[in-house]
Structures are given as C-alpha cells and as structure tokens.
C-alpha cells in the first residue's frame, strides 16, 4: 500500500488501527510469496500490528505536519 492510498482511506473514514490491519496483511502476504521460492525461504521478516501501527501513524502524522504548513502560508 502507497503512502497516497493509506491518506486516501484514512480521509474516507477508516480508522489507523483498521488501516494498520490491512497493511499488515498485505505487507505480509508479499513476503510470503517472495519466500515461497526455495532460495529466498529467509529473506524478509513479517511484521506485527504494533510495528504497522506505527509506520501508518508516521504516515499520517507527516501528512497531518506538511498539510497544516500549508495553511499557515495562505
């Protein structure tokens, strides 16, 4: 999920925690697929809902910081 997408979603209502759950399992599920191949069965690390959870909250909290820069200028 692109950073767009996640500010998308978060704008039509859902909330950090449900947008943390879905990025967890898509994030998930690409590592999944690349370790099925026999030669990358170590590569990546699955990761958990609190480390989603933050990195949806950097996202949101850096959209929230360069949006309200923008209304101090106007």
């Not at 925690?17 to 994030?27: C, G, N, S, T």
């Not at 690390?45 to 909250?57: G, H, P, Q």
Request: hydrophobic content about 35%.
């Amino acid at each position: 999920m692109k950073k767009q997408e996640i500010i998308q979603k978060w704008k039509a209502g859902l909330s950090k925690h449900k947008l943390a759950e879905i990025y967890r399992r898509e994030f998930n599920q690409q590592i999944r697929i690349i370790r099925s191949n026999v030669r990358h069965r170590h590569d990546g690390k699955f990761i958990t809902n609190y480390e989603s959870l933050a990195y949806i909250e950097k996202i949101i909290y850096e959209y929230l910081k360069t949006n309200a820069l923008k209304n101090d200028k106007i």
